[in-house]
T-cell receptor, first 113, second 114 residues
Framework: AQSVTQLGSHVSVSEGALVLLRCNYS??????LFWYVQYPNQGLQLLLK??????LVKGINGFEAEFKKSETSFHLTKPSAHMSDAAEYFC???????????FGQGTRLTINP | DAGITQSPRHKVTETGTPVTLRCHQT?????MYWYRQDPGHGLRLIHY???????DKGEVSDGYSVSRSKTEDFLLTLESATSSQTSVYFC?????????????FGPGTRLTVL
């Protein structure tokens, strides 16, 4: 079965530092991949998605992610962290042809001033 | 704004009582989903629907049932609530006509079962 693993349940970075949140998927056929962000007491908001068109995907709020088939990874990055980036981030995968998403466990990002 | 509302937003109930959560959308999208969110587990799919009266189970469907008698409403029912069903419940829709499943989420319902 498809699974998604996010390495690190908590990540802490300083304001202005690089943000790197890790996501690996398990299927042999590359799925569609998504990153979502959740601010406190809110629902999830789509950051970006990979749908086979390009391996480097740019999203909202300065985030981007790179799909690497050889590593079965879809890590999320942002060159310079801002205090407003503090939130929980979820990676999700969709097996092509299936109308369901499988989510990772989530990574809580803390930004230190 | 994907036009998704959930009601109630908060509920406290007692073990053994029935509970129904409602998800309402304004855009007549075909696909709707119910998830639960628990620390350390991310979001887990409970049930989903691909049309009126068409539903299917997700990975954690035991103890839950759903109904969709109208396109705009997707109801989640806990027939006899248990403390293990204390969670935050999210509804989502897929508004896309394409093959990839870009989902949009409601604000959530926090359910506490005492």
């Amino acid at each position: 079965a498809q699974s998604v693993t996010q390495l690190g349940s908590h990540v802490s970075v300083s304001e202005g530092a690089l943000v790197l949140l890790r996501c690996n998927y398990s299927s042999s056929v590359p799925p569609y991949l998504f990153w979502y962000v959740q601010y406190p007491n809110q629902g999830l908001q789509l950051l970006l998605k990979y749908t086979s068109a390009a391996t480097l995907v740019k999203g909202i709020n300065g985030f981007e992610a790179e799909f690497k088939k050889s590593e079965t990874s879809f890590h999320l990055t942002k060159p310079s962290a801002h205090m407003s980036d503090a939130a929980e981030y979820f990676c999700a995968a969709q097996i092509q042809g299936a109308q369901k998403l499988v989510f990772g466990q989530g990574t809580r990002l803390t930004i230190n001033p | 704004d994907a036009g998704i509302t959930q009601s109630p937003r908060h509920k406290v109930t007692e073990t053994g009582t029935p509970v129904t959560l409602r998800c309402h959308q304004t855009e007549n999208h075909r696909y709707m989903y119910w998830y639960r969110q628990d620390p350390g587990h991310g979001l887990r799919l409970i049930h989903y629907s691909y049309g009126v009266k068409d539903t299917d189970k997700g990975e954690v469907s035991d103890g839950y049932s759903v109904s969709r008698s109208k396109t705009e409403d997707f109801l989640l029912t806990l027939e006899s609530a248990t403390s293990s069903q204390t969670s935050v419940y999210f509804c989502a829709i897929n508004p896309s006509a394409s093959s990839y499943n870009e989902q949009f989420f409601g604000p959530g319902t926090r359910l506490t079962v005492l």
